[in-house]
């Protein structure tokens, strides 16, 4: 084979990169020196995505370890989510959790060459996905297991915590990317930025009357719990996690029911087991459908923030007049377009 090789003190432009993967053969390296394993350690890619995530196994045990991608968060945000899942843990709630290091240290970091990258191991999750493994039973359980974690994120917060609605509104840090994601489209262009102004207002109402807010997870969807032929569940991919109201969390799993075309009885089912633990309280029902519009607001622009690392041709997995006539229809009739 005929080739020739480059030097980096050449005369080539220094690239600047969003996204770079991190070898396998490091991440086993890694995970061997860290973590009581046992044995040969391997590390395969499963997915390159918003984050990127690997198979870990060693001579007796199969894991996930996530790379997260780097991003306008701090690269230690991620304590966050690891620390309230060590929380769940102690609670014997049923999640993927990381698993602590030699040093007791829940994550360690990599430098990549966007910038510094968090990297943890976790518990692997049994089963399959819900979608799955779909049954009205199972969603009912996994509503009221979800309500469990809302009431459990509380205590983790504290009773003098007081909850804001700052995370509920960061679809506001990827507007600027959702207008360019949405160039050619005038008419989105003109009504996204006033969507998402009178929904930071509306949020900030709700948050003032008192509708709950809590620790939440923040991307639930069918695909963030598996469920294993015995029927036990276990919720997973808190990457998201943070401040929110309750409802939302909600309804980010019923509209996430809505998108994989799957029958609305799993998604009331899911509510109905909800609310065998955590009633919904009347604001919450009266504003569920703005929830439903907000959650589908916050995923165009997350999408569309996301693209300069994962592409746009793959976020456009659903038609956007789709996805904008779902938006504004709620959005008008919530009165806020």
């Not at 309500?147 to 995370?167: N, Q, R, S, V, W």
């Not at 943070?242 to 969390?249: A, R, S």
Request: glycine share 6%; charged share 25%.
């Amino acid at each position: 084979m005929n080739y020739t090789t480059s030097s980096i003190s050449s005369d080539l432009p220094v690239a600047q990169i969003s996204h770079s993967v991190i070898h396998p053969d490091f991440i086993a390296q890694e995970v061997a020196a860290r973590y009581p394993v046992s044995g040969k350690v391997e590390a395969w890619l499963l997915y390159r995505g918003m984050n990127d995530v690997y198979l870990v196994q060693d001579a007796k045990t199969k894991y996930a370890l996530r790379v997260w991608r780097k991003t306008y968060r701090d690269v230690d945000d991620v304590a966050y989510e690891l620390d309230f899942l060590a929380f769940l843990k102690d609670r014997e709630f049923p999640a993927s959790v990381a698993v602590p290091q030699h040093d007791g240290a829940l994550y360690f970091k990599a430098s990549s060459p966007e910038g510094d990258r968090a990297l943890a191991l976790y518990d692997w999750a049994p089963g399959k996905k819900f979608g799955e493994m779909l049954s009205e039973d199972t969603a009912a359980s996994i509503g009221a297991k979800f309500a469990k974690m809302h009431l459990l994120g509380i205590e983790h917060a504290g009773a003098d915590h007081k909850f804001t609605t700052d995370t509920a509104c960061d679809y506001n840090i990827c507007l600027p990317a959702l207008l360019d994601f949405v160039y050619d489209r005038p008419d989105d262009l003109r009504d996204y930025p006033i969507i998402a102004s009178a929904l930071d207002k509306r949020l900030q109402e709700l948050a003032d009357a008192g509708v709950p807010m809590g620790i939440c997870h923040r991307d639930f969807h069918p695909s963030n719990v598996h469920v294993d032929d015995q029927g036990i569940i276990t919720f997973l991919d808190f990457d998201a996690a943070g401040e929110d109201f309750l409802m939302q969390d909600v309804k980010n799993y019923v509209w996430g029911n809505l998108f994989y075309d799957f029958s609305p009885a799993y998604g009331e089912a899911f509510e109905a087991g909800y609310q065998s633990v955590r009633p919904f309280t009347p604001l919450e029902i009266e504003n569920g459908e703005l929830f439903m519009m907000a959650k589908a607001f916050r995923l165009v622009a997350g999408m569309a923030h996301s693209s300069v690392s994962v592409g746009r041709g793959t976020l456009r997995f659903r038609n956007l007049d789709w996805l904008g006539d779902y938006i504004k229809t709620r959005a008008r009739d919530a009165g806020l377009l």
